[in-house]
């Protein structure tokens, strides 16, 4: 698994992408996501799979490490 952050109107979310390079399947809102990573990466990813533009990615940083929808 390949963790990476989907940029969203509504912020940004937690995703798994598939081996493929292209299909994600969403994990849980950033914020969440580093509240308890553990649990996250243990559960199957929740969201259903999807095809992201490469312009919607970001990085997946915690929170305490700062983030931002332009990557």
Do not use: N, Q, Y
């Not at 990476?4 to 598939?18: P, T």
């Not at 990573?37 to 700062?66: F, K, Q, Y």
Request: charged fraction near 20%; charge should be neutral.
């Amino acid at each position: 698994m390949r963790l990476v952050g989907i940029a969203r109107d509504g912020g940004v979310v937690a995703g798994s992408l598939a081996d493929d390079g292209g299909t994600v399947r969403e994990i849980a809102p950033l914020a969440d996501f580093w509240a308890d990573p553990a649990r996250h990466l243990a559960a199957e990813p929740t969201g259903a799979p999807g095809r992201w533009a490469r312009s919607s990615w970001c990085r997946p940083c915690s929170p305490a490490h700062g983030w931002s929808a332009s990557g």
